[in-house]
């Protein structure tokens, strides 16, 4: 698989997409053509339905009746690396959420977590946790 990483051999797939695709399924994310045109698609409200894997980069593919363009840019497709540029807001809302229920330790593996919901528990999990549950942040 080290022919997907940057500068890899494995063009149009060697821009490092591949890890962020996989990443996603790590932390709950299906493919954009789960079920095809189908509801529920992919278990993302706002990822519109895709009736197959697509490849290359087809701008303004439509494959389904339903609202909304194929999301050829979206990581969780087999676009080219070069196409594929986001993630949707629900999808990184499913990540967060799958991350804090089946993978809490991966938020506290960032030296950085804690600044984010106060500079005054450093690097204290259990502080962390505390100040986050007071603040009904979201992880």
Not at 6 to 29: K, W
Not at 42 to 61: A, H, L, R, S, V
Not at 75 to 82: A, K, N, Q, Y
């Amino acid at each position: 698989m080290d022919e997907t990483l940057p500068g890899g051999s494995a063009a149009p797939y060697n821009l490092g997409r591949v890890t962020t695709h996989e990443t996603g399924h790590y932390l709950g994310l299906y493919h954009t053509f789960e079920n095809g045109c189908e509801i529920p698609g992919d278990y993302i409200d706002n990822t519109p339905c895709m009736k197959d894997e697509t490849f290359g980069c087809p701008i303004d593919q439509d494959s389904c009746p339903s609202p909304g363009v194929d999301p050829i840019h979206n990581f969780m497709g087999f676009v080219d690396d070069d196409c594929m540029k986001e993630f949707t807001p629900d999808q990184m809302a499913r990540m967060k959420e799958m991350t804090a229920m089946f993978k809490p330790s991966l938020l506290f593996s960032n030296p950085f977590f804690c600044l984010s919901i106060g500079s005054q528990c450093k690097y204290d999990r259990d502080c962390c946790l505390e100040r986050c549950r007071k603040n009904k942040c979201t992880l």
